[in-house]
Structures are given as structure tokens and as C-alpha cells.
């Protein structure tokens, strides 16, 4: 992952570095937007996965490279957002800190100020939406603010671009070392002042590492029980000097709690919201008291206890709605253009010149990537369906709604939108859960998000349903299969909840922001970043696993096969027949050629040795083979089937194949596969996006393994069961 | 009493947030509510999550992060 924070667009010699700082949802990234325009590149930073966003923009002469920090609320390091954010500005040392605070909601947003001020990080502080807070009544005495702060302060109105020039000017004003600012750390009351002055000069003696940051930055970390401050204050210490340090510390906090009957990170919290609420008495002017605002009026709709439920569940169908009928035109154009490149490739050689070159080109990477960029338009609106919701404000009230239905999974409100997604395609879905804020829901979540049946598990059914079951029954089967896979996904996140992941589900806080107009920019470049980030990485890895699926499709070659097909076709050439029916007869030849010639490759031998494994569970060679296929994406199935039964490329309407199908098996057996293909091995982009997603292949082997284990236990005790019944018969 | 014990529509002041888990209290912190806090209850019914209103920000409490926020009615 480190690769992709390093090549990331490097700042310019002689750039100022400026950090964006700021709450969630105080309009932080419609601020960087608005200052670097396009000229953006996300990234993750090394180690973990939260989102690396830059960009760098001229002004006055200058080059200017901005980071956007994750959106934080604090500079704790409980969370990975917050622990990114403070490195940044503690390791990279930025010119510029800009804390981007919500002008109509200051006093919460300044205690993250108030943080950034301890680590005496050079501040501009934007006063932003500065319109809204008018318009609530707040009026801003700007100056005066400045002055308690002791900081630059500029008012902007993010979603109309006002005030950028403004925040430019200060932000090289700032980084030129504007010496009229210069926030200091705050007054904490003197039992605190005591002994954190006691405590600074204990790390300064006992050699903390204090290069990066400054003692009394550090002793109020170590006051506040910070862990990640206490290892690194530790690291270069000798053992007895880090216990001395440590000592010192629990003797202060217990003497401060002695004292003040709390402990100190309470304590400090209170100190904080004491001095912004000073200041706020001071230099705001509130003429409207507080009252329910628009946003209440329509919470009071969109999460009222009864609408709230048909009012999601039409959101929901909207979403999929938009997903797949938008997307079903523009992906018949890529399979067209991916066809007619394969076709032109293809025209390169004369008939009967085929080479192996030509087979890789065109059937290895063409169909390979075609195969995954056709589902480019549906992760796109699906992309830009999930960022309208969440923009406008509405995904945070879904996760509200669905709080106490996760809570049975024992997750919370949030890991519904991530499985939601999941029936569209898994790969985004694993994506979507970096909102969750822990790694046990995280890791819960990616690991269940399989059983979700996506869309490309549709044709199976597709296929499968028609051949084997009554008409009455086509629906009702394709809803049995959803439900079993939504059932497993449950009973596997509580499975999971109760042994691996141990311990009550973290207890769940999240702001509700205001209902928002969002932004066109701002959905497009939202939509962008995560479709880019699909193509790019998926992309790459898929391309290389079509490009083995092709191999093992393809070699060993056969060179003499057991009947002469040559032989065949020009016998069918002398035949005395009209030309439609000799065309038929002469695919149908070269059809049994390939089913030959497939069953010798390794994909077929791996069918074939598979076949004593499968067997309990009622599959044949033909079937192990298909199955090979449906881990390089899940539809392969369908056209594996296809050329094992020697029909050449075979859909899922394919009506010759549903009778090969029915002659082969048994509706039992063919309620197996769709079992099987529903529970088994994640497609190999799953497995991909689950190894970068949780950072580690143990997760992803896991899921891999788990959940073939699962398919093949479920699918033996189906069909033993089954045969038992007597349901095994024709 | 437990924040979960106020019917949506009700004032309270925050008495004491008791920590679970590292952490919960800074957080909490962070988002607005520790001692003295004052905040009403928008929505909320048995079982599931609470929205709660702490002047400008609106917050989704899970059920077991509302109930290790105490509160004492508010006489403002």
C-alpha cells in the first residue's frame, strides 16, 4: 500500500505544504474542491485504509501542495482517521494548518481548534458556511474572535466558492511566518498548569522523543492516557527511565482526580469547552434562540418510527432501480466495443492461421478485462447513487433506521449500507465498508458481504431456475436463494461476532448532518475518485488472474484428438445438403472439438480430478470445471458451461444448454450448483478488494476458505439429505 | 437515570458519561456531550437508537452508548 501514498502527485520543490483540517460535514472537501479544482489524487495513506486526498493549486507565485485530512472531531488516536490526521501535521510538518470549522455550529467544530492549537500548529481558521450561520441568527464578531484565538481567521461560503482568494492570501501570509499569529496552547487552570508544567519537564529529562513535537504537547497526551503518545514517548527510553516517566504520570492523574474528582482527560475536555464557550459569549451575538431547524422538520418524516421503514425501502428501490436500468445501455455498448476490438484483433489473422498469441489477446485479455469494465456503469451509478445519498445527508438517517435490525447481527446501523451495495456487486460493497469506524465491524462486514448475493450470480439462477423448476416456481426459487444467502449472512456476522471478533459491538455515536443540497461537482468528483479507484486496482489484479484462468483454459493443447473433426468437415462439405444445414453440422463438429480440447487442458484435468471431491455433493467433472471458471467472476459459470457441453458460447436464455442441463441432472443437483455458486469462493476481485481492504491476506484467505468450507458442508448436507427424501430422482 | 429512559421531545443536562471502553468518554467529548451538556431527544423508541439535538449538532446514539449517558432534568 505504501506505493500508493509515494506516487502520489509529489508536491513541487519550493511548494507550501497546507493541511486541511476540519469536522466531518463542515464542508471541508467542497472547500478543497473548490481550492485544487480538479487537480486532485487520492490515495491510502501507508498501513491503513483511510483516503489520501491531495492537490495543489498557484496563487500569487506560489505553489501550493494541500493535503486534505480525513474529517475528525478530535486529534485522539482511537480512531484511524484521527490518528492520520495528527501524524500529518506532527511528522510532515504542514506551513499551514487550515481548519475549516462550521460557522453555524462553532462552538462544537472550535474544540477541534483547540487541538490543533496545542500542537502549536500554524493556523488559518475558515469560518465556513458562514452564510448559514447569518441566517440562524449568529453573528460572528470576526476580530474579536482572531483575537482570542490568537489566529487568522477568513469567512467563506464553500458550495458558492466565496472567499477562496481570501483563504489563499492568508494561507501564503500564514506559511510566510505572519508573526502577528501565533496560537498558543490553552490555560487549563492551575491544578492541571501544575502538573503538566511537572510532567513536561519529567519528559524533557527522562529523553522522551521529542523531536517532532513539543514536551508540553506530549506531557498533555500522556495526561490524557493517550496510548499511541505513551509508545512512542517510551520507544526511546531505557526501561527504567520509560517506568519513571510512567509513574509520573499515574501520580498525576491521580492526584488531579483526588483533587478534582475526575480524571484528567474529563478534566481537560471541560477546560476546553470552557474557553470556547468564553470566547463564543464573547465574540458571537446569537438574536435567534435555538429551535428546530428545516432539517428537524423533515427528520421528523424521514425518521419517524413508522414511515420511516417505506420511505427507506423506496429510497432503496430508486437506488437499484437507477443502478441497473441506467446501467444496462451503456454496458451494451462496452460489450459491443470490446466485441468489435476483439473481432478487429481477431481479423489480424487469416482463418487458419490462429495463433496462441491470438487466443491470449483476444479471449484471455480482451474478454478478461471487457468482462470486468462492463461492470464500470453500474459501479459508476451505483457510485453516484450512494453519493447523492450520502451528500444530501440521507445515508446517516439510514443508518439510524437500520440500527436496531443490525443490532441482531450484532453490528450496528452503519454495516447495512455496505451489504445493501452487496446485491449490486461485492467488490464495491468491501470497498464501502471504510465508513465503519472499527476493524471488528469493518472485518464482520467484508467478510459476510459474499453471502450477499450480487449481481453476477443472477445468471446462474437465471440459467439454472428455468431449466429444472416449474414456471410457478421460477420466482419463489430465485427469492429462496436471496433469502438463504441474507439468512447465512446473518447467522455468519453473529458466528463471527461471538468467536473471532469477541466483545460487544463498539457503541455507536454519529452526527446526523443538515440536509443538504448536494453539490454537482461535488457528487462527480465523489462518484470519480471510487470508480477510478475500481478500475485501477480491481483492474490490475483481475487482469492478471483472466490472464491464468486463459492459460489453465488453454494448456496443455491438444494435438490428436480422438476423432478426426477435419475428417468430419470435409465430409459434411461433400454431403449433398443445403448450406444452412451443412453450417450446423460443421459448428456442432467444431463444438465437440472444443469440448475435447477443454477437457484436456488443466481447467478440465482439475475438473476431472476434482470429480471424487464433488461427487457427494452430486457434481460431475463438467460442473468442477464451471466452477474454476465462476472463481475468475461468477457469470463465467454460465459459459463454461457452455463450451463443457460442447455449445460453443452459451447465455443464460440459452435454451439448448437448459436441455443439456436437464438431461444431466436432477433438480436436486441443480439446486446444489445454485447453493454452491451462492455460498462458495468469493470471485477473485472479492478476494483482491478483501486483501487490500483489511490489509492483510489472512482475512482474505479466510474468507476464501471459510466460505468454500461453508458451500461444501451446506451443499453435502442438501443433497445427501436430499437423496435420502428420495429427491435425488429424475 | 440512563439517556434512554427520556421519551423523544424531552430537555436534560448530562450528569456524568461512564466510560466503556478506551476512549468513549474524549469521544463523546469531541461530539459535544460531557458534564453539563444540555440536550433534548428528537427521536428515539424502546430497542433502537436515539437522534438527540446538542444546539446545533444532532447525534445517533446507539442504544448502548445512551445508556451510560446519565442526565438529570434541566431547569432552564
Given at each position: 500500500?505504501n506505493?500508493?501514498?509515494?506516487?502520489?502527485?509529489p508536491?513541487?520543490p519550493g511548494a507550501?505544504?497546507?493541511?486541511?483540517?476540519?469536522?466531518?460535514?463542515s464542508?471541508?472537501?467542497?472547500?478543497f474542491?473548490?481550492l485544487?479544482g480538479?487537480r486532485?489524487h487520492?490515495?491510502?495513506?501507508?498501513?491503513?485504509t483511510?483516503?489520501?486526498?491531495?492537490?495543489?493549486?498557484?496563487?500569487?507565485?506560489r505553489?501550493v501542495h494541500?493535503?486534505d485530512?480525513?474529517?475528525?472531531?478530535?486529534?485522539?488516536?482511537y480512531?484511524?482517521?484521527e490518528a492520520v490526521?495528527?501524524?500529518?501535521i506532527?511528522?510532515e510538518?504542514?506551513a499551514?494548518v487550515?481548519?475549516?470549522?462550521d460557522?453555524?455550529?462553532l462552538?462544537?467544530?472550535?474544540?477541534?481548534?483547540?487541538q490543533?492549537m496545542?500542537?502549536?500548529?500554524?493556523?488559518?481558521?475558515?469560518?465556513?458556511?458562514s452564510?448559514?450561520?447569518?441566517?440562524?441568527?449568529h453573528?460572528?464578531?470576526v476580530?474579536?474572535l482572531s483575537a482570542?484565538?490568537?489566529v487568522?481567521?477568513v469567512?467563506?461560503?464553500g458550495?458558492?466558492?466565496?472567499?477562496?482568494?481570501?483563504l489563499k492570501d492568508a494561507?501564503?501570509e500564514?506559511?510566510?511566518g505572519?508573526?502577528a499569529?501565533?496560537?498558543?496552547?490553552?490555560?487549563?487552570g492551575?491544578?492541571?498548569e501544575r502538573e503538566?508544567?511537572?510532567?513536561?519537564?519529567?519528559?524533557?529529562?527522562e529523553?522522551?522523543?521529542?523531536?517532532?513535537?513539543?514536551p508540553?504537547?506530549?506531557?498533555?497526551k500522556l495526561?490524557?492516557?493517550?496510548?499511541?503518545?505513551?509508545?512512542q514517548?517510551s520507544?526511546?527510553?531505557?526501561?527504567?527511565?520509560?517506568?519513571?516517566l510512567m509513574?509520573?504520570v499515574?501520580?498525576?492523574?491521580?492526584r488531579?482526580?483526588a483533587?478534582l474528582?475526575?480524571?484528567a482527560e474529563i478534566?481537560?475536555a471541560d477546560r476546553?469547552?470552557?474557553?470556547?464557550s468564553?470566547?463564543?459569549q464573547?465574540?458571537?451575538?446569537?438574536?435567534?434562540?435555538?429551535?428546530?431547524?428545516?432539517?428537524?422538520r423533515?427528520d421528523m418524516?424521514?425518521?419517524?418510527?413508522?414511515l420511516?421503514?417505506?420511505?427507506?425501502?423506496?429510497m432503496?428501490y430508486?437506488?437499484?432501480?437507477?443502478?441497473?436500468?441506467?446501467g444496462?445501455?451503456?454496458m451494451?455498448?462496452i460489450e459491443?466495443?470490446?466485441g468489435?476490438?476483439?473481432?478487429?484483433?481477431?481479423?489480424?489473422?487469416?482463418?487458419g492461421?490462429?495463433?496462441?498469441?491470438?487466443s491470449l489477446l483476444?479471449?484471455?485479455?480482451i474478454?478478461g478485462?471487457?468482462?470486468?469494465?462492463?461492470?464500470?456503469p453500474?459501479i459508476l451509478?451505483?457510485?453516484?447513487?450512494?453519493?447523492i445519498?450520502?451528500?444530501?445527508?440521507?445515508?446517516?438517517?439510514?443508518a439510524?433506521i437500520?440500527?436496531?435490525?443490525m443490532?441482531?447481527?450484532?453490528l450496528?446501523?452503519?454495516?447495512?449500507i455496505?451489504?445493501l451495495?452487496?446485491?449490486?456487486?461485492?467488490?464495491p460493497?468491501?470497498?464501502a465498508?471504510?465508513?465503519?469506524?472499527?476493524?471488528?465491524?469493518r472485518?464482520i462486514?467484508m467478510?459476510?458481504?459474499p453471502l450477499i448475493s450480487?449481481g453476477a450470480?443472477?445468471p446462474?439462477?437465471?440459467?439454472i431456475i428455468?431449466?429444472?423448476?416449474p414456471a410457478a416456481w421460477h420466482?419463489?426459487m430465485?427469492?429462496?436463494?436471496?433469502?438463504?444467502?441474507?439468512g447465512?449472512?446473518?447467522?455468519c456476522?453473529?458466528?463471527?461476532?461471538?468467536?473471532?471478533?469477541?466483545?460487544?459491538s463498539?457503541?455507536?455515536v454519529?452526527e446526523?448532518?443538515?440536509?443538504?443540497?448536494?453539490?454537482l461537482k461535488?457528487?462527480?468528483i465523489h462518484?470519480?475518485?471510487r470508480g477510478q479507484l475500481?478500475?485501477r486496482?480491481a483492474?490490475?489484479i483481475?487482469?492478471?488472474v483472466?490472464v491464468?484462468?486463459?492459460?489453465?483454459?488453454?494448456?496443455?493443447?491438444?494435438?490428436?484428438?480422438?476423432h478426426?473433426h477435419e475428417?468430419?468437415?470435409?465430409?459434411?462439405?461433400?454431403?449433398?445438403?443445403?448450406d444452412?444445414?451443412?453450417?450446423?453440422?460443421v459448428?456442432?463438429?467444431e463444438?465437440a472439438r472444443?469440448a475435447?480440447e477443454?477437457?484436456?487442458?488443466?481447467?478440465?484435468r482439475?475438473g476431472?480430478?476434482l470429480?471424487?471431491?464433488?461427487?457427494?455433493l452430486?457434481f460431475d467433472w463438467r460442473?468442477g470445471?464451471g466452477?474454476?471458471g465462476a472463481?475468475?467472476a461468477k457469470e463465467?459459470?454460465v459459459?463454461?458451461?457452455g463450451?463443457?457441453?460442447?455449445?460453443?458460447?452459451a447465455?443464460?436464455?440459452s435454451?439448448?444448454?437448459?436441455?443439456?442441463?436437464r438431461?444431466n441432472?436432477?433438480?436436486l443437483?441443480?439446486?446444489?450448483?445454485?447453493l454452491f455458486c451462492l455460498?462458495?469462493a468469493?470471485?477473485?476481485?472479492?478476494?483482491?478488494v478483501?486483501?487490500?481492504e483489511?490489509n492483510?491476506w489472512k482475512?482474505?484467505?479466510?474468507q476464501?476458505g471459510?466460505?468454500?468450507?461453508l458451500?461444501y458442508v451446506?451443499?453435502l448436507?442438501?443433497?445427501?439429505?436430499?437423496?435420502?427424501l428420495?429427491?435425488g430422482?429424475? | 437515570?440512563?439517556?434512554?429512559?427520556?421519551r423523544?421531545?424531552s430537555q436534560?443536562?448530562?450528569?456524568?458519561?461512564?466510560?466503556?471502553?478506551?476512549?468513549?468518554v474524549?469521544?463523546?467529548a469531541?461530539?459535544?456531550?460531557?458534564?453539563?451538556t444540555e440536550?433534548s431527544?428528537?427521536?428515539?423508541?424502546a430497542?433502537g437508537a436515539?437522534?438527540v439535538?446538542?444546539?446545533?449538532?444532532?447525534?445517533?446514539?446507539g442504544?448502548?452508548?445512551?445508556h451510560?449517558?446519565f442526565v438529570e432534568?434541566?431547569?432552564?
Open positions: 500500500m506505493e500508493a501514498s509515494q506516487n502520489g502527485a508536491a513541487a507550501i505544504l497546507a493541511a486541511l483540517a476540519g469536522n466531518p460535514n464542508g471541508k472537501t467542497t472547500v474542491n473548490n485544487t480538479a486532485q487520492v490515495g491510502n495513506y501507508p498501513g491503513v483511510v483516503e489520501k486526498k491531495e492537490g495543489h493549486f498557484r496563487h500569487g507565485g505553489d494541500v493535503i485530512l480525513p474529517g475528525t472531531y478530535s486529534l485522539t488516536a480512531t484511524p482517521e490526521a495528527r501524524n500529518v506532527i511528522e510538518r504542514p499551514v487550515v481548519d475549516i470549522v460557522a453555524s455550529n462552538e462544537r467544530n472550535l474544540y477541534l481548534t483547540t490543533l496545542e500542537l502549536e500548529a500554524p493556523l488559518v481558521l475558515v469560518l465556513n458556511m452564510d448559514v450561520a447569518r441566517q440562524r441568527g453573528a460572528i464578531d476580530k474579536r482570542l484565538f490568537n487568522r481567521i469567512e467563506t461560503v458550495h458558492r466558492s466565496e472567499g477562496m482568494d481570501q494561507i501564503l500564514v506559511a510566510a505572519a508573526a499569529f501565533s496560537p498558543a496552547p490553552l490555560h487549563y492551575d491544578d492541571i503538566l508544567a511537572a510532567l513536561t519537564a519529567v519528559v524533557g529529562r529523553g522522551a522523543d521529542t523531536t517532532t513535537c513539543r508540553r504537547w506530549v506531557a498533555l495526561l490524557e492516557n493517550d496510548e499511541v503518545v505513551r509508545a514517548a520507544a526511546r527510553m531505557s526501561q527504567p527511565q520509560a517506568d519513571a509513574a509520573a499515574r501520580a498525576a492523574r491521580d488531579l482526580a483533587k474528582g475526575d480524571d478534566l481537560i476546553r469547552y470552557g474557553f470556547i468564553g470566547a463564543c464573547e465574540a458571537v451575538k446569537t438574536t435567534v434562540e435555538s429551535r428546530h431547524s428545516t432539517s428537524d423533515i418524516v424521514m425518521t419517524h418510527r413508522v420511516s421503514i417505506p420511505i427507506f425501502l423506496a432503496m430508486a437506488v437499484f432501480k437507477l443502478t441497473f436500468t441506467l444496462e445501455p451503456p451494451g455498448w459491443a466495443l470490446f468489435w476490438l476483439g473481432g478487429v484483433v481477431a481479423g489480424g489473422w487469416a482463418p492461421s490462429e495463433s496462441l498469441l491470438k483476444v479471449d484471455g485479455i474478454g478485462v471487457g468482462g470486468v469494465i462492463v461492470f464500470l453500474n451509478l451505483l457510485f453516484l447513487a450512494i453519493a445519498l450520502e451528500d444530501s445527508g440521507y445515508m446517516a438517517r439510514a439510524f437500520m440500527d436496531r435490525f443490532h441482531q447481527l450484532g450496528h446501523g452503519k454495516s447495512f455496505p451489504l451495495i452487496g446485491f449490486g456487486c461485492t467488490v460493497a468491501i470497498m465498508t471504510r465508513t465503519l469506524e472499527t476493524r471488528r465491524d472485518l462486514t467478510l459476510v458481504a450480487c450470480r443472477l446462474i439462477y437465471a440459467l428455468p431449466a429444472f423448476f420466482a419463489r430465485l427469492w429462496i436463494i436471496y433469502l438463504i444467502g441474507i447465512l449472512a446473518v447467522v456476522a453473529r458466528l463471527l461476532g461471538r468467536t473471532l471478533f469477541r466483545g460487544e463498539t457503541p455507536f454519529m446526523l448532518p443538515p440536509y443538504r443540497w448536494p453539490t461535488g457528487i462527480a462518484m470519480w475518485e475500481y478500475l486496482k483492474g490490475t483481475i487482469l492478471g483472466s491464468i484462468m486463459w492459460a489453465l483454459a488453454t494448456f496443455p493443447r491438444k494435438q490428436t484428438f480422438e478426426d475428417a468430419q468437415v470435409a465430409a459434411v462439405a461433400v454431403l449433398v445438403l443445403d444452412a444445414e451443412k453450417g450446423r453440422r459448428a456442432e463438429i463444438q472444443q475435447e477443454l477437457a484436456y487442458t488443466i481447467a478440465g482439475i476431472h480430478a470429480e471424487p471431491v464433488l461427487a457427494p452430486g460442473i470445471t466452477l474454476i472463481f475468475a463465467v459459470f459459459a463454461q458451461m463450451i463443457v457441453f460442447a455449445l460453443g458460447e447465455g443464460q436464455d435454451t439448448a444448454l437448459r436441455e443439456k442441463l438431461a441432472y436432477t433438480p443437483q441443480a439446486f446444489c450448483i445454485m455460498v462458495s468469493p470471485c477473485m476481485a472479492t478476494i483482491a478483501t486483501r487490500r483489511s492483510s482475512w482474505a484467505l479466510f476464501l471459510g466460505l468454500t468450507a458451500a451446506l451443499t448436507i442438501v443433497f445427501q439429505v436430499g437423496c435420502l428420495g429427491l430422482a429424475r | 437515570m440512563p439517556l434512554t429512559m427520556l423523544p421531545g436534560a443536562r448530562v450528569a456524568e458519561v461512564r466510560p466503556h471502553g478506551h476512549g468513549m474524549q469521544r463523546l469531541s461530539l459535544g456531550i460531557l458534564r453539563g440536550l431527544v428528537l427521536q428515539g423508541d430497542g436515539l437522534i439535538r446538542i444546539g446545533e449538532t444532532r447525534l445517533v446514539l442504544r448502548g452508548m445512551a451510560r449517558v432534568s434541566s431547569v432552564s
